[in-house]
DNA sequence: AAGGCGGGGGG
DNA sequence: CCCCCAGCCTT
């Protein structure tokens, strides 16, 4: 009741001014909460202002291509919240008319929509009593009551879900919400946070044991894994390049890059006609090579270490179909090629 | 139950 | 170098 009443006053006198903080339109809030998925606030912030612009409404994100949504998605990464967005929203406009799911359980049936969502979606926008769980709620339940629980571990999210359940505000669910996300956000922060000016210092087990830097505990996860990326970036002489669609499953899923050719180790130079002597785009065909980067090109994801270089191949003709170079910013591709292609400028 | 999925920023 | 971020889906 403290805690809840006490987290509250302070969001109300600490909140930040953000655009989905002034509607209770479900289809402006399921936007902002798919984008701010795994996104800090200040990364997500101007996509959410380009999509709100460019799809005022759920028909007009429904009715766009899904290469114009994972377009407009570009660089914000975690694609597949990108196509699940597109998926559900044909869902709402064509089946549910355009009307949103009304509560919890209905919400969770939508695509990229998970426990997290659909309590954010149905107590922000229609006061049901549903405690949402993220990041913040783990930092700072597991601080203030002393649980050790890992978050990551099987029970951990059962254990915080049911004990949020416990504290939320009855009578206002999305307000408590907000206040316990918003003071894990800039308050009760991962490092340094403020606990000389913390309204619940007093009560606060970690803090008053000296473990503020030990909680909430969270199972190490692997080590990422080396990858070496080689990309074609065909140049021919009538100005064409060659983009290609990533299939099936893995990272980057339906985005376009140049054509990949995956080694075991670095592609020396010396090393790289052998290397694509049966390659199929290549095969039979003159070109002419060169390195772009001498220096291995570094992408660090969650869990890959991509360590690229991009190959410039000068041909007369492509051997397949291509795009215009001049047309190759319009394509959804990974930052790593957007990247390359801005800076190389064909 | 475990693994995969981006990219940016902070310390 | 590490960790974290308004998590979800697949296997």
Known sequence: MIFSKTLIHWYS?????LPWRETQEPYCI???????????????LPYYQAFVGKFPTVFDLAKADESDVLKLW??????????????SAKYVASELKGTFPDNYKDLLKLKGVGDYTASAIASICFNEVAAVVDGNVYRVLS??????????????????????QELIDKDNPAEFNQAIMEFGATQCKPKNPYCHICPLNNSCIAFNKNKIHELPVKIKSAKAKKKYFNFLVFVSEDGKTILEKRE???????????PLIETKNELKIESFEKAVENH????????????YNKELLVHKLSHQHLYTKFWIINTKQ?????????KAQEFAVPILIGNFIEEFNF
């Not at 492509?318 to 001049?326: K, T, Y």
């Open 13 to 17: 006198n600490n909140k930040r001014n």
């Open 280 to 291: 199929k785009l290549l095969n039979d065909m003159p070109f002419e090579y060169s390195l």
């Open 74 to 87: 570009q660089g914000l990464g975690y694609y597949s919240r990108a196509r699940n967005l597109h998926a």
């Open 318 to 326: 492509l051997p397949i179909e291509g795009v215009p170079v001049s």
């Open 248 to 258: 099936g499953k893995g990272i980057w899923q339906n985005l376009y890059q140049f």
């Open 30 to 44: 399921w936007l902002s909460e798919i984008i701010l998925q795994q996104t800090q606030v200040k990364q997500g």
């Open 143 to 164: 601080r203030y009551f002393g649980v050790c629980t890992p978050i990551n571990s099987t029970k951990g999210p059962k254990e915080f879900k049911a004990l949020a």
